[in-house]
Structures are given as C-alpha cells and as structure tokens.
C-alpha cells in the first residue's frame, strides 16, 4: 500500500510523491502470532476448567436445584488465584508434607524489636546441627506486648503438634505450660523460674518444661545504683512499669528493697499501651522527679524508639533494661546479654530435637551482664 505525501519546506516547490509503507518485520510477525496463540490457549483453557466444573457441579448439585451447573463461571484470573491459594498452605502443613520437624517459637515481644535475638536463637539451633526451612521448619507468633493475646497465641502453636515449643520470655512461658504438658518447652525468663513455678528443680525438671534462666533481681537493685551514680542529685526516681506484666509485682519488690539502701524515693508509673506512654512522661517532668527507669517488659521493648525519644523530650535522664535502647539513643542501660541466653535456648531446642527429654536438661543459668551507654 502506498500514500500520497507532500512537502511545504520554505522556499521550495511543492513535490508531490509516494511512499511505500514499511513491510513488517519477522520479529513482529513472530509476535504477533504468539500473541493470537496466546489469546486461543487462554480461551480453550477458560473453556476446559468451565466445562470440568460443570460435570463437577452437575454430578454434586440435584437436577431441581435453581443453580444449575452452567451456571458457574469460573474466570482465568479466580482460577489463578485459587490455585495460589492452594499452594499457600500454612508453613506447619508444608513442614508436616516434607518430613521437617515443627519447632514452635512464642514471644511476649514484637518481630521487628527482637530481631537480634531470634539471630541469636538460630545460631544456637545451626550449633546443634539444623537450619532454617532445610532440616527444620520455625512457625514464630508475636504478641507485640499484648500479653492477653499469648493464650491464644500458644493454644494455635499447640495445634500445630511442633516437636518443641520455644518461649521468651516469663509471660509467654507461662503460657505455653498452661497450653500443653506434653510438648516440651524450652523459657527463657528473667525470673526465678522456681519462684514463679515454671519448673520444681533447676537441676532436674520434673515436667515437660525447663530453659534458661537470669535471675534478674540483681540486675534490678544494679540499675538503681548505677542511675543514682550518674544523677548523684536525684532523691526521686520514677519507675516506668507495665502492670499487666506478671513480673510487675516482683520487679517492684526488687527496686523498693534497691531504694531502700540507697536512701532514693521511687514514684511507679504504670503504662499497660504505647497511648499512655506520653501522658507518663509528661507527669515525670511536671512532678521534676530527677530521673526515670525503664521495667523489662515486652510492650517496652517493642517502643523502644518512642520511649527514648520522650525521655529526650522532657529532659529525663533514663535508665533502660537493654543495649537497643541505646542503639536508639537513650541514655545508658544495665541487663542480660539477651543474643547469648537466646542461643543457649536454641541449643536446647536443637538438643531436643535429637531426642533429649527436658528432664535430662537441667535449667541454664545466664550469668551475663552488660552496661550500654552512650559515648
């Protein structure tokens, strides 16, 4: 096919020509069969899945009923995505497909504030000899500081039959004990775990249950004094806890005992969601309490950012119960080495897994402290 073309350069004389259009190329024509093919295979594949649930649905549905099998329509787009759905099955049901063991890991905490941890806890496992998705399958839950969820959390877990059940840490071991007496569970806690009848002996649990374990109330009585060192002014410390934490109580216990040699008035400031943390500090400062300490407690942990940066707000010098608060640059924090009491528990996992019992693994003592602080 040709056209008529033209040409009103200045100047110059009209011309009045043909050009002959650009054959197409192969390439083009290559795909422009695909193309075609591609709309044909679609359409005899819309008509075979339509045609094979239609016997389906006219073999299922009574001759009577007002839905009548050629009545459904499946699209290629829903079929798609049913497929997909299908294959998504829920990980425990793709460990239990491939043979891989299920481990069961339950924290109090949110995934994003503990990832150092869960690092940590995965290095213990590969110690002993397992890895991630290749010889052992993980199914984490997070409560994210809500500890009325961790019921439900460690009942959900316990469906799925793991071969253990990890848990970090008093809140959500506590749970997890309550949910099965079966499954082992591998704490780890702060806590006595005597004191708080996770375990009857430290040396030879008697139960489906035993852990590692830092006994935190030294670690308690060490933050007041190394927060009294540095605001050697202060005679009032506020006391940022969480009070549905079950630790609360024995946490306020410690640091009144801690005051009390010191000569310190505490203030408790109790804050059970992220909401109230900014009405708390505004009242630390209005009340011009010298300086504040920050309970271990999961909802905590998982603020960290905010925590600090209301500290920095008011003013207030703040003790903190781990080296993250730092990192996000609060003042100075005094606690557990948590990555090495998480590796230790994975290396009790990975010991079960081998087909040791919780009775023959006597609860671990963590004896590791260290101070963060800003430099």
């Known amino acids: 096919m040709r056209r008529r073309t033209t040409s009103s350069l200045p100047g110059s004389t009209p011309q009045v020509g043909f050009t002959r259009l650009a054959a197409p190329k192969d390439a083009q024509l290559g795909q422009a069969r695909v193309a075609v093919q591609s709309i044909l295979l679609r359409k005899k594949m819309d008509a075979r899945v339509i045609s094979a649930f239609t016997r389906v649905f006219r073999r299922a549905m009574p001759a009577h009923d007002c839905l009548t099998a050629h009545a459904v329509f499946l699209k290629r787009r829903e079929f798609i995505l049913a497929l997909a759905g299908a294959a998504a099955w829920p990980l425990a049901a793709r460990a239990e497909q491939s043979g891989l063991p299920l481990v069961g890991f339950l924290h109090q905490g949110s995934a994003g504030a503990n990832d150092k941890v869960v690092g940590a806890f995965l290095r213990g496992l590969q110690g002993a000899g397992y890895e991630n998705q290749r010889n ?7 409560a994210d500081g809500h500890y009325d969820r961790l019921g439900s959390l460690a009942a959900d877990l316990v469906r799925l039959r793991p071969a253990v059940i990890a848990a970090a840490l008093l809140p959500a071991a506590e749970a997890a004990k309550s949910a099965t007496t079966t499954i082992p569970v591998i704490f780890i806690s702060g806590s006595d775990p005597i004191e708080t009848g996770l375990v009857a002996s430290l040396g030879r649990p008697t139960s489906n249950v035993t852990g590692v374990s830092l006994f935190s109330v030294p ?14 002014g202060g005679t009032a410390v506020a006391v940022l806890v969480n009070p549905s934490n079950p630790n609360a109580r024995s946490n306020e216990l410690a640091i ?18 992220d909401r109230e943390f900014a009405d708390v500090f505004a009242s630390i400062a209005q009340q011009r309490l010298g300086a504040a300490i920050v309970s271990a407690d999961g909802l905590f942990a998982s603020r960290r950012e905010q925590l600090v940066a209301l500290a920095a707000r008011h003013s207030i010098p703040t003790m903190y119960f781990q080296r993250e608060f730092v990192d996000a640059g609060g003042l100075i924090s005094y606690g557990a080495n948590s990555p090495t009491m998480y590796q230790q528990a994975g290396s009790y996992v990975g010991r079960i897994l081998k087909g040791a019992l919780p009775s023959d693994l006597p609860v671990m003592p963590a004896h590791q402290a260290r101070i963060g602080n800003q430099s």
């Open 256 to 273: 009144e005992n801690a005051a009390a040699v010191i000569g310190l008035k505490l203030a408790f400031m109790g804050a059970a969601a």
């Open 219 to 232: 670690l308690i009585s060490k933050r007041l004094e190394l927060l009294h060192e540095l605001v050697p």
């Open 136 to 142: 052992v399958q993980l199914e984490f839950r997070w």
